[in-house]
């Protein structure tokens, strides 16, 4: 705990000089100021996640990042495009795109994109690249997009890396810079701090306009946008989520996984979309083939669904006593109030104060004690009686539960033995009394959960899963970038994690 121990002095310090400067100025006679946002980002700037343009993609600086590097290197990128697109006020980071929604100084709140928001496999041949070859690839590409000539590379191989054949002949698949992203019929982005109304994933965007209606664009190939859209492998423009309720539900959350999404609607009801082929949407189909679940949901075979193009109603949250007797609930008890979804599972909170998880690896077998799917809900026991869970979030492999009293419980496969723990209960990752509540954001990325916290946001904590409880005890520390990043912003508001880059959104009182 000694590494903990000097992260929680030095954040205690850090608020302290924080308070004064805040009374001195408070106490100044200079008239009030507005805030602004200010923005950091480090890792691979070669995807055209930064929007700092061109030259980051293909300089030698950005085209071979340590792991090191990546966690400690930020670079202020608000600086070269707060005159553009104004303070940030909402962010969310994919695979190899980053997507702003900032207020201007009319009030008005646009969404930015930048980077690769239509596909991850080019990513993925791209990152296993020599650094030279890769800069050359990436300079090709641009200029594709800039003639809007997808034929003069002929056979060539490079092309493989970035020719999308359904792709419109005026549409760019590399953003550099930030580029608007409008929503149809004059509908405008919806900013919620007690909601997820952004999400980003493998080439894929999900957001929430002010009409409560939620929209995606990016890869289709598996349904995951969930516009109903059964032949287009892109969609290039925000397309509406019908939820099939007449269009007058609104929704309230979005999440995305690898290849799958979730909506929560007004009514605190689940609809998923995209891959099922590890029970990630929650469908478990009897062998009738209907929605309504028998003994075989939890299985370790892969579900009878494949692909939902349109989203389709989670139902079956239900709650049993440690004996495994089904509980009677009060009406509305079993609707969901949070949801969060993993590469191949998801999870959701009802509003009676249970979690649940489904998909990919989220059970162990009793006799093998291999991790198993689980083809619809299954509530997670194991956590303390009587604290209200107050947020989900899932990694690519682990979920998080965060509970009242400051303490988070987790389940999932672990960073350093790759195997499934804690199944349908969950283990301890942070002691309560470690955070400094209440907490302004409680996210997972990959392999890491990050909170933060503090009435000013001072406090920036990451864990991981870890197999054994000596190394859980070791496993909360503050990340090396946030006491230098603290003297240029006043507060973290926010951290987001792609898989080659990190975003990090603070604010500023001036």
Known sequence: MATFRRAVVRHADRKRTFFLAQQKRFQSSSPPSSSYSSLFMSGHGWTGAFGTGPDTMFSPETSSVSAEDRESSFTSIHQHISEEIGQVVNAAAG???????????????????????????????????PCFVRRAAISMSLKLDEEADLGFLGSNAVEGYFKLDDMPAFQ??????????????????????????????????????????????????CGQCGVGDDESVHIWQPSHI????GDETKVTDVALGLQHGLVLDENGYVH????????????????????EPDDSTISTINSSVDYEYSPIRVSNFEITSDSGLPVELPRGERN????????????????????????????????????????????IKGLPQNLEILDISCGSHHTSILLEDGSVYATGITTDTK???????????????LIDMPVRQFISHFDRTTVVAGECGEQVLEVQLWSTEELRKEAVFEPCWVEEMLTQTDQIMSVHRGWLHTVVVGGTDR
């Not at 979309?273 to 990630?280: D, L, V």
């Not at 509003?351 to 509530?379: C, Y």
């Open 95 to 129: 695979w190899g795109h980053t997507v702003l929604q900032c207020k201007n100084y009319k009030g008005e709140i646009k969404t930015y994109v930048a980077g690769r928001p239509y596909d991850f496999q080019a990513l993925l041949r791209l990152n296993r690249l």
């Open 172 to 221: 760019k698949t590399v953003l550099p810079q930030f580029q608007e992203i409008q929503l149809p019929d004059g509908d405008v982005p919806l900013v919620d701090p007690q909601s997820q109304t952004l999400a980003a994933s493998a080439g894929l965007t999900a957001l929430i306009g002010k009409s409560g209606k939620a929209y995606s664009f990016g890869l289709n190939k």
């Open 242 to 245: 019908e939820l099939g309720d």
């Open 272 to 291: 998923a979309f995209g891959k099922s082929s590890r029970g990630q949407l929650g469908i478990a189909l009897s062998r009738e083939g209907t929605e």
């Open 336 to 379: 969901v109030k949070k949801i969060a979804a993993g590469f191949n599972h998801s999870a959701a909170i009802t509003k009676s104060n249970h979690a649940f998880l489904w998909g990919k690896n989220v059970l162990l077998d009793p006799e093998t004690l291999k991790a198993v799917d689980s083809l619809a809900p299954i509530q």
């Open 419 to 433: 195997e499934q723990i804690g199944g349908k209960t969950l283990v301890q990752i942070i002691p309560p009394g």
